[in-house]
């Protein structure tokens, strides 16, 4: 499902500009490296020493976004004599060119994540490293961390091992392209077997009572001077992909609880009372059959996002509901709480370290499990702070602000016009029963409304647009009355 691209006029343009700049100044996003940063990444691209084990002879490929060069994972996939599969999932090895202390160390401890923006991407890591010889582009021996999945005929994971090693990935692939060898049946076999084991492990999820929800990415870009808003469905491919990367953090959590030191990805099973029964509210006032029951994970996955009420729920439930923390432990003090509930078992962020600090770590923490050595000390030192080190990142708020900003810009220029709308949630609990949330199919944009009658949930309005400035300074950029 790919939504019309809404194109701005040259003043929306600009105001979207100035209001990115203004967020950035408001977020303190650092868009340059310090000289002294610049100066240490040279350093530790000439001093990086690659692994013993050499595993070039794996012909790795990568799948990501064609304009992408922060490469994090490759992989290779084969079947096993007698049954089964085989995962090869190299992770960059940042920890090969950060060390603990430096100033590359320092810098990423300020930043925390990458951030993406319409009009630029401000790194964790300087490009020098981050897009050079710690990324895994084709054709390039650099470092990394290794690790093996066997799963059985049903997708099953059977062993999980992870070790550091020298790899070369052959292919830079993207997801159209490979979902279209795929459907194509022109694809060899390792890329293939992605959807094999893809569609298998998203099996294995729905029967443990894991949550995918495959909303549509609602993407600004910047093409040809021009900012553009639209919603694009996930490729099945992504679907399978991601399935690759959960699998291995649930063997990483897996690994850390058993060596009795590391840091999860925590959720808990039921959030408020009340919130729960908003959710089902919601549900139930947009014509969503949510039998007695049945469980979130169950609804969800039943669910289809091309349908503008199930999108309309998805979007707002998620927000509601699916809230997680992490949680640390050392000295084998397991903590009570390990599951994460979208994903119903343990599981931790391991899979983008040039991308996410944390994943530096939990990368460590399993290497050394693996090799029954004891975790570094540095870790160890840093597993208390990084809960409040990782509270700190700013990528979620800066994508939904980025899009809140890009929505505002997009409909400056439409300010009186009269759209169709669900309205998919209300404050009645707040004592305000005339303000809530309306989701409009076209354009595809949420935003507050107000009314001189009460609001009903699930209800179908017309909603005039009665402001959208990217520059205004108060809560709602973007606001609606009913007519």
Not at 414 to 429: K, P, Q, Y
């Amino acid at each position: 499902m790919r939504r019309r691209q809404m194109h701005m006029s040259r003043e929306a343009q600009d105001a979207l500009l100035q209001a990115l700049q203004q967020l950035r100044a408001e977020l303190k996003t650092p868009t340059e490296f310090p000289a002294h940063v610049l100066e240490a990444a040279e350093a530790a691209k000439a001093a990086v020493q690659l692994p013993a084990k050499d595993a070039t002879h794996l012909p790795l490929f990568t799948i990501d976004p064609p304009t992408s060069k922060d490469l994090d994972q490759a992989m290779y996939l084969e079947r096993r004599a007698g049954g089964g599969y085989r995962v090869h999932y190299a992770i960059a090895d940042v920890a090969a060119f950060v060390k603990p202390g430096s100033p590359l160390d320092a810098e990423a401890h300020d930043r925390i994540e990458t951030l993406y923006f319409p009009d630029l991407k401000v790194p964790l890591h300087p490009p020098s490293i981050s897009e050079g010889p710690a990324s895994l582009l084709p054709d390039q021996v650099v470092p990394a961390l290794l690790w093996q999945h066997d799963l059985d005929a049903d997708g099953h994971v059977t062993d999980s091992t992870v070790s550091r090693a020298k790899v070369r990935s052959l292919a830079k692939l993207d997801y159209q392209g490979v979902q279209q060898d795929i459907e194509a049946g022109t694809a060899e076999e390792p890329v293939a077997l992605l959807r094999e084991i893809g569609k298998l492990r998203e099996a294995v999820e729905a029967a443990r009572g894991g949550v995918s929800v495959n909303l549509p990415d609602q993407e600004v870009t910047l093409k040809d001077g021009s900012f553009r808003l639209s919603y694009v469905a996930a490729l099945p491919v992504e679907g399978w992909n991601e399935q690759i990367s959960l699998m291995t953090g649930m063997a990483a959590a897996g690994i850390m609880l058993d060596s009795g030191a590391g840091i999860l990805r925590t959720q808990k099973e039921q959030a408020d009372q009340q919130v729960v029964q908003r959710v089902h509210d919601i549900a139930k006032h947009l014509g969503i059959d949510w039998k007695p029951g049945v469980t979130y994970a169950a609804l969800v996955n039943s669910l289809d996002p091309a349908d503008p009420k199930h999108m309309a729920f998805l979007s707002e439930a998620t927000t509601m509901l699916l809230k997680a923390e992490y949680t640390t432990f050392r000295d084998h003090r397991i903590p009570e709480h390990t599951a994460h509930a979208a994903i119903a078992a343990p599981y931790t962020y391991c899979t983008a370290p040039l991308r996410r600090l944390i994943d530096r770590y939990t990368g460590e923490l399993c290497v050394a499990a693996c090799a029954g050595q004891a975790p570094p000390p540095w870790v160890l030192d840093a597993l208390h702070c990084l809960p409040c080190d990782m509270a700190r990142g700013k990528g979620k708020v800066a994508d939904r602000r980025a899009v809140d900003l890009a929505e505002a810009a997009v409909l400056k220029n439409r300010v009186g016009e009269v759209f169709g709308g669900l309205v998919i949630n209300t404050d009645a609990e707040d004592n305000r029963p005339k303000e809530g949330t309306v989701h409009l199919a076209d354009p595809a944009v949420m935003g507050r409304i107000t009314s001189g009658a009460e609001l009903d949930l699930g209800a179908s309005v017309q909603a005039k647009l009665t402001r959208a400035d990217p520059l205004f300074t108060g809560k709602n950029k973007i606001l609606f009355n009913t007519v």
